[in-house]
């Protein structure tokens, strides 16, 4: 019994093969090299049909390998948008997480995020889909023979199989904005202020929906938001598990039976009803890129000849462990642009002393701002919630590849750590819609006996 999981990431595309019955995992990763030149500095762009290219590569290796897949999941960057036409042909490029036109200025000082949220009393963010359709919208800048739009996951499933119009899940489309989370569907009123025709909107169906077939013969099924599908992928207690995912962004989750009313913590759907209270950050691993960056770029300054390559992450691991709960070190905000909800914030280095200003703490001071930004989510989840949390887990790049990271997040939480066995969560969560999509699991709730975890 063999499912694939395909995680379509912003630099990187995963195909995973899960074997039900023995248990066994195989991994493909294919760097993704989407990326699209813009003239416009706040612009993130990327090509539709070179992901599309990437992912059939990817699932057609599997083909090739296995006699027998029961069905494909997919799941990946969410937030972003692309438009289609009546046969369901991309006529844009994928827009972004990552882009920031709803930052620009629109009307009485405000940004058109910022606008947007006013006018129909659901906070929203740039990156979200429906800001940047807004902007699109107001700029005259809606391609010709657009008459959908869709995250990059529904457009995959949807060439996968053959369709003209996309199907999205309630985890994707509320990613998009302007969504009722009770009700699970979008808020057609709202969007009318808006002046947005919900015809553009895809059709919604429930997480792990049948689609279409691959191939002719291998079911195709409705994707998933890449944050449930890495909860789904990673927590085996789900009542009792707070997740912390550092990839190139960074993300706290704890399951709910119920809304949480609160300003600071992102309500989202979880697949098969219930909701993830979700604290998001814009840097996670992107800051120890920033921090990368700024000391080669200090070496190329004084030694421009230099050729030799420094070893950043090497250096960071072997960090004296005294300097993680060393009070009297540098406090680092990393808030480089700002967040979600209020973008025009700055990051800052605090407490900076003549014994303290130091490459070394330096770095710890940024392990401990990328941890502390994660652990004040956690403050704003309901006290009840907080009383019930006893396991850790960690996923994603970032908490893989950096073991002084993965003690940073302990010494912050006070819990153990716990990483699952398998590597790449998103895809593996894909696989498990997959297997609910074709009925050889009953609920997406009884997966946690499909994880084993290795201790941080």
């Not at 190139?248 to 039976?257: F, H, L, R």
Request: hydrophobic content about 40%.
């Amino acid at each position: 019994m063999l499912s694939i999981g395909i995680d379509i990431g912003t630099t990187s595309v995963c195909g995973l093969a899960f074997d039900l019955i023995s248990r066994k995992f195989d991994v493909i990763t294919s760097y993704n090299k989407a990326n699209l030149i813009s003239s416009n500095t706040w612009e993130r762009i990327q090509d539709p049909e070179q992901i599309l290219s990437v992912v059939e590569g990817i699932l057609n290796k599997f083909y090739c390998k296995y006699d027998r897949i029961s069905g494909i999941g997919i799941t990946g960057q969410m937030h972003g948008i692309l438009y289609t036409d009546d046969n369901g042909n991309a006529v844009s490029p994928l827009y972004t997480w990552e882009d920031k036109r709803g930052n620009q200025i629109y009307r009485e000082g405000q940004s058109y995020a910022r606008f947007l949220s006013g006018l129909t009393l659901y906070q929203v963010a740039s990156g979200f889909g429906l800001v940047t359709h807004y902007y699109n919208l107001m700029n005259g800048l809606l391609p010709y023979g657009a008459t959908r739009l869709c995250t990059i996951m529904d457009y995959i499933v949807m060439k996968l199989t053959g369709k003209r119009s996309p199907l999205i899940d309630p985890t994707n489309a509320a990613s998009l904005g302007i969504f009722d989370l009770t009700a699970l569907s979008f808020d057609q009123k709202a969007l009318l202020k808006a002046d947005i025709n919900p015809e553009i909107l895809p059709e919604i169906g429930p997480s792990g929906s049948f689609v279409g077939f691959y191939k002719g013969d291998i079911p195709v099924y409705s994707a998933v938001g890449d944050n449930q599908a890495s909860f789904l992928g990673s927590v085996a207690h789900i009542n009792k598990s707070i997740l912390v995912n550092i990839g190139t962004g960074s993300q706290i989750s704890m399951y709910s039976d119920e809304q949480v009313k609160n300003g600071s913590i992102d309500i989202r759907p979880f697949p098969g009803g219930g909701y993830l209270l979700v604290g998001a950050a814009l840097y996670g691993g992107k800051s120890l890129t920033l921090l990368k960056s700024f000391f080669e770029q200090t070496i190329d300054l004084f030694v421009p000849d230099c050729t030799d390559k420094i070893k950043f992450y090497d250096s960071l691991n072997l960090l004296d462990r005294e300097l993680l709960s060393d009070h009297s070190g540098l406090k680092v905000e990393p808030l480089f642009n700002g967040t979600r909800k209020n973008p025009e914030l700055r990051g800052s280095i605090n407490l900076i002393s003549d014994t303290n200003f130091t490459p070394e703490k330096l770095m710890a001071g940024f392990l401990k701002g990328i941890c502390l930004e994660l652990a004040n989510f956690f403050d704003y989840l309901p006290v009840q919630k907080q009383h019930v949390f006893e396991y850790l887990t960690g996923s994603g790049n970032a908490v893989r590849q950096n073991p002084i990271l993965r003690e940073m997040l302990e010494i912050t939480f006070g819990k153990k750590l716990y990483i699952p066995v398998h590597i790449e969560e998103a895809a593996f969560g894909a696989c498990i819609c997959a297997l609910k999509g074709g009925g050889h699991i009953s609920d997406f709730h009884e997966t946690g006996d499909m994880i084993e975890y290795i201790s941080a």
